[in-house]
């Protein structure tokens, strides 16, 4: 009995931790190796659309596919904030 306490309990806890406010991202600020960070995550996000799409992960430049890839992975690193130099 006093595990299905517990149980409920604890699913009421994690209930009202879901329902506090947002988390307030003004508190954040960029370090050093966020550029890097970024490039890494664009180019697994870039590497899974490619595979959802049958494409190879890395087209050779003469192919579409290239193309297609160097254009998602710049909308990726725009959503971040970055800018081509």
């Known amino acids: 009995m006093t595990m299905v306490k517990s149980a409920v309990l604890l699913a009421g806890v994690t209930l009202l931790a879901g329902c506090s406010s947002p988390p307030s991202y003004r508190e954040w600020t960029a370090s050093k190796e966020v550029p890097s960070v970024a490039f890494d995550e664009c180019t697994e996000e870039v590497d899974v659309t490619m ?35």
């Open 51 to 85: 595979r959802l799409r049958g494409y190879p992960n890395r087209p050779l430049p003469e192919t579409p596919q290239f193309q297609y890839r160097k254009e998602i992975f710049g909308q990726c690193m725009r959503r971040k904030g970055y800018t081509t130099e």
